[in-house]
């Protein structure tokens, strides 16, 4: 089975706070992804990756970035967190069958 | 701009129904198309997956595809009210990230 772990299933932070979201995967999935969901907008790409140390920007990248330094690991960065950025984030990866898996998701609130 | 376009419910049926779920996407070079089911505050979970024209059946699902209409949808026999939840298509071309609908909201009503 597929695992993808994210590190937290909820999150209180503060404006300006710098916060950092995990995931990791046991897959060896080349391809990582990371959305957030909000009521009525449905699931927004924020960034992707497609190898270690690679980098994509996906719809909505602003105010966020990644790192992937190592094939199973791909963060996402809140440089310094605002209160539109309170959501629900996703990380994803993406088999070889285009199949993507889900993490469980982080309820993110910036307060 | 690749477009995934459903309806947004709420579909209500009754239990034992046929639900019917409905998709259309604008990107021609789609090749697999993907059902995820997402029960609230949950991730989306992949149910059905298709490849070629015509039906695929997997237990009370099936999905339908018509790559000349661009229309995928999906079927479920005997809903239950364990299949409330919230349905995303998904069509893949290549090796690109997968493009979600907004997803159709399903109540099954006892």
């Known amino acids: 089975d597929v695992k993808v772990t994210q590190s937290s299933r909820y999150l209180v932070k503060r404006t300006g706070e710098k916060v950092f979201l995990e995931c990791v995967q046991d897959?060896?999935?080349?391809?990582m992804f990371w959305y957030r969901q909000d009521p009525g907008l449905g699931l927004r790409l924020i960034y992707f990756?497609?190898?270690?140390?690679?980098?994509e920007k996906g719809d909505i990248p602003e105010g966020y970035s990644v790192s992937r330094e190592k094939k199973e690991r791909f963060s996402l960065i809140l440089e310094s967190a605002s209160t539109n950025q309170t959501s629900m984030y996703l990380c994803a990866t993406q088999s070889s069958e285009n199949i993507q898996y889900f993490g469980a998701g982080t309820r993110l609130s910036v307060l | 701009q690749k477009e995934v376009e459903q309806n947004s419910g709420p579909l209500s049926v009754p239990e034992g129904a046929i639900a019917s779920l409905n998709c259309t996407y604008s990107d021609r070079v789609s090749q697999s198309f993907f059902w995820y089911r997402q029960y609230s505050g949950k991730s989306p979970e992949l149910i059905m997956s298709?490849?070629?024209?015509g039906d695929k059946e997997d237990g009370r699902f099936t999905a339908q595809l018509n790559k000349a209409s661009q229309y995928v949808s999906l079927l479920i026999r005997d809903s239950q009210p364990s299949d409330s939840a919230t349905y995303l298509c998904?069509?893949?071309?290549?090796?690109?990230?997968?493009?979600f609908g907004k997803g159709t909201r399903l109540s099954v009503i006892a």
């Open positions: 897959m060896d999935h080349e391809n």
């Open positions: 998904a069509p893949s071309s290549g090796n690109t990230p997968l493009v």
């Open positions: 298709i490849y070629s024209n």
């Open positions: 990756s497609y190898d270690v140390k690679m980098k």
